[in-house]
């Protein structure tokens, strides 16, 4: 059972315009939200966090939102650059019952592609 | 910035054969996660070490190990090699020590081992 689904696959979007990532998630342990950007080949590079006490988080061009009733988050991209295409994993965060570990989950990821 | 450093970068392997991977973490990160990204993938997490502890297994088989050494460098040591071991590797370093918030976790460039 996926507890972290990122249900579309890809994403195409003009340049200039914003990208809207989407992902859901069904533990309510989780209690930190994380995004992650990933080039072929290369490792996931960590963008932008979220703790669950609260519903928004700005970084530049990235705003993470969530929204805990729905147990959803997003990813807004504004405005969208063409080296912003890459595949967008979302990860939850939640401490293990002996509170000794600190393990990501992640989702399926989204491959954005973004056009000049 | 010094960023997490994995070795070796590819490697392939015979079945049955053993394997071994390293990471080094970035410097004054006490605590290294590693995850299996197989084909078309989300990157999934095998174990995690805080201060040379195991901290936390998740779905690594019982064909590997792992340790985290003085030093807080990691090594995966994989036995009786499987076609489907064939993945990227990765590792991620973190701190402060688990549970106590900070769950951003920096991921090294992997290491892909293909099994023939």
């Known amino acids: 059972d996926q507890q972290v689904k990122q249900n579309s696959p890809s994403l195409s979007v003009q340049e200039g315009r914003i990208s809207i990532l989407n992902c859901d998630y069904t533990?309510?342990?989780?209690?930190?939200f994380l995004w992650y950007k990933k080039y072929p080949a290369e490792g996931p590079t960590f963008l932008i966090s979220?703790?669950?006490?609260?519903d928004k988080n700005e970084d530049g061009r990235f705003t993470v939102f969530l929204n805990k009733s729905a147990k959803h988050l997003s990813l807004h991209i504004v405005p969208s650059q063409p080296g912003d295409s890459a595949v967008y994993f979302c990860?939850?965060?939640?401490?293990?019952?002996?509170?000794?570990?600190?393990?990501?989950?992640f989702g399926g990821g989204t491959r954005l592609m973004v056009k000049p | 910035a010094a960023g997490v450093i994995q070795s070796p970068r590819h490697l392939i392997k015979e079945k049955r054969e053993t394997a071994t991977l390293k990471c080094y973490p970035i410097p004054r990160h006490d605590t290294v996660y590693w995850y299996q990204q197989g084909p078309g993938q989300d990157p999934q997490f095998l174990i995690s070490f805080y201060e040379k502890m195991q901290s936390d297994k998740g779905s690594i088989p019982d064909r590997f190990s792992a340790q985290q050494f003085s030093d807080y460098h990691s090594e995966l040591n994989m036995s009786s090699l499987e076609l489907g071991d064939s993945a990227l590797y990765f590792c991620a370093s973190s701190s402060p020590p688990p549970g106590t918030g900070g769950y951003e976790q920096y991921f090294g460039p992997g290491t892909r081992l293909t099994v023939t």
């Open positions: 990860a939850a965060h939640r401490v293990s019952p002996n509170n000794a570990g600190n393990m990501l989950t």
């Open positions: 979220i703790s669950s006490i609260k």
């Open positions: 533990n309510s342990m989780f209690d930190y």
